[in-house]
């Protein structure tokens, strides 16, 4: 920590070493280096995007016309559709500013608050729940970034994006359970199973969300979306309630992170009607493609979300932090510590096999192909 200190105190250094590193990658990466005058020849030089019709099934949205990125083209094609305007370009983007916004507060908050930070048991509920926010939030961009090069990265990549769903329903509820819950709370019915019960939920979403995304095609039927919000939305709905019953049972006036609790709470569900409902794009199909689409609006309204929920939780962290260990005791930390680790490797097991058996099913797919073009 202080070295990081040290060094930032020394800009010519920072400098240096960031412009190397940036290179040292931009070299990996592309195997060469690229100048500017060739960056923006590449970006000009993309494909156009297409309408609905010319990609396949899988990879149209309802109500969502045009913007989309032609399938089966190279890597850094879709690497480098970040620069380029398309039906994808605000949830990438949404969700890669929001990921810098949360590193950047909490490399900020640690250097103010948490010297020491990673040998302090109470502080680990915390570096989980940042590191969960920073999960899903890359997930779910390289998710959107990605998708479409194919119908095995399709799949594969929101397999990823449900872990990192998973991950971070894991990690609010730990983070909520140390520093926002309320004794009171905690010694209800609800309380005393609230971590098992948060870590079943949170792997029940992944696998779910995985299923419904492996067996349901389009037209997608209602059953589909039910399988995905139903277990995702009793996950929430249990991650919530430790501020739930603080927002209805306590005086806002001498809590600062009470209001921060509400707000987000507010996002939350301003976000939850714009995924489960495809508006406003169901009433003006094709005018809503490139920006205001429902599913844009899910994305900006959970990245204020999570910012507003970060605020809060960093308020609550402040004052709980020195009497944590001897509020809840070395054990349940400890036991919180192995907990997460495991629920990511569940979660991460759930989707290796859910991209095998895509995998399987693709292939018999192009044997079965092949065999009526012979026949």
């Not at 996002?267 to 409902?277: E, R």
């Given at each position: 920590?202080?070295?990081?200190?040290?060094?930032?105190?020394?800009?010519?250094?920072?400098?240096?070493?960031?412009?190397?590193?940036?290179?040292?990658?931009?070299?990996?990466?592309?195997?060469?280096?690229?100048?500017?005058?060739?960056?923006?020849?590449?970006?000009?030089?993309?494909?156009h995007?297409?309408?609905?019709?010319?990609?396949?099934?899988?990879?149209?949205?309802?109500?969502?016309?045009?913007?989309?990125?032609?399938?089966?083209?190279?890597?850094?094609?879709?690497?480098?559709?970040?620069?380029?305007?398309?039906?994808e370009?605000?949830?990438?983007?949404?969700?890669?500013?929001?990921g810098?916004?949360?590193?950047?507060?909490?490399?900020?908050?640690?250097?103010?608050?948490?010297?020491?930070?990673?040998?302090?048991?109470?502080?680990?509920?915390?570096?989980?729940?940042?590191?969960?926010?920073?999960?899903?939030?890359?997930?779910?961009?390289?998710?959107?970034?990605?998708?479409?090069?194919?119908?095995?990265?399709?799949?594969?990549?929101f397999?990823?994006?449900?872990?990192?769903?998973?991950?971070?329903?894991?990690?609010?509820?730990?983070?909520?359970?140390?520093?926002?819950?309320?004794?009171?709370?905690?010694?209800?019915?609800?309380?005393?199973?609230?971590?098992?019960?948060a870590?079943?939920?949170?792997?029940?979403?992944?696998?779910?969300?995985?299923?419904?995304?492996?067996?349901?095609?389009?037209?997608?039927?209602?059953?589909?979306?039910?399988?995905q919000?139903?277990?995702?939305?009793?996950?929430?709905?249990?991650?919530?309630?430790?501020?739930?019953?603080?927002?209805?049972?306590?005086?806002?006036?001498?809590?600062?992170?009470?209001?921060?609790?509400?707000?987000?709470?507010?996002?939350?569900?301003?976000?939850?009607?714009?995924?489960?409902?495809?508006?406003?794009?169901?009433?003006?199909?094709?005018?809503?493609?490139?920006?205001?689409?429902?599913?844009?609006?899910?994305?900006?309204?959970?990245?204020?979300?999570?910012?507003?929920?970060?605020?809060?939780?960093?308020?609550?962290?402040?004052?709980?932090?020195?009497?944590?260990?001897?509020e809840?005791?070395?054990?349940?930390?400890?036991?919180?510590?192995?907990?997460?680790?495991?629920?990511?490797?569940?979660?991460?097991?759930?989707?290796?096999?859910?991209?095998?058996?895509?995998?399987?099913?693709?292939?018999?797919?192009?044997?079965?192909?092949?065999?009526?073009?012979?026949?």
């Open positions: 920590m202080r070295s990081l200190v040290t060094c930032l105190s020394n800009d010519s250094s920072v400098c240096k070493c960031t412009i190397m590193y940036t290179s040292y990658c931009v070299i990996q990466f592309f195997g060469q280096s690229i100048s500017l005058s060739s960056f923006l020849s590449s970006l000009s030089s993309l494909p995007t297409v309408r609905d019709t010319e990609v396949p099934l899988l990879f149209r949205e309802p109500y969502i016309l045009s913007g989309y990125r032609p399938v089966g083209h190279s890597w850094s094609f879709y690497f480098l559709s970040l620069f380029q305007i398309h039906n370009t605000i949830n990438v983007w949404s969700h890669l500013l929001a810098v916004c949360v590193a950047l507060r909490f490399s900020v908050f640690a250097v103010m608050y948490g010297l020491g930070l990673y040998l302090d048991l109470a502080c680990l509920p915390l570096v989980y729940y940042v590191l969960s926010l920073l999960t899903y939030l890359c997930c779910s961009a390289t998710a959107h970034l990605l998708q479409s090069h194919s119908e095995l990265a399709h799949y594969a990549l397999f990823l994006d449900y872990v990192g769903v998973a991950v971070y329903q894991y990690g609010c509820a730990l983070a909520l359970y140390f520093y926002s819950s309320d004794p009171a709370w905690r010694r209800s019915r609800v309380g005393e199973v609230f971590l098992p019960a870590a079943l939920l949170a792997w029940l979403s992944c696998a779910c969300c995985c299923f419904a995304k492996l067996s349901y095609l389009h037209p997608y039927p209602l059953h589909r979306k039910l399988c919000v139903v277990p995702t939305g009793l996950a929430c709905l249990l991650d919530s309630s430790p501020v739930a019953h603080r927002l209805v049972s306590r005086t806002w006036g001498d809590d600062p992170a009470m209001t921060l609790h509400a707000i987000q709470v507010l996002l939350f569900l301003l976000a939850a009607f714009f995924f489960s409902c495809p508006m406003p794009e169901r009433f003006f199909p094709g005018h809503c493609d490139i920006i205001g689409h429902g599913h844009q609006l899910f994305h900006f309204l959970l990245s204020l979300c999570t910012l507003t929920q970060q605020e809060a939780v960093f308020e609550d962290f402040l004052s709980r932090r020195a009497s944590l260990t001897r809840y005791g070395e054990c349940r930390l400890q036991v919180a510590a192995v907990s997460f680790p495991a629920l990511v490797f569940c979660s991460v097991l759930t989707a290796v096999i859910m991209r095998r058996l895509v995998e399987r099913r693709l292939r018999k797919e192009d044997s079965w192909g092949e065999e009526v073009e012979r026949g």
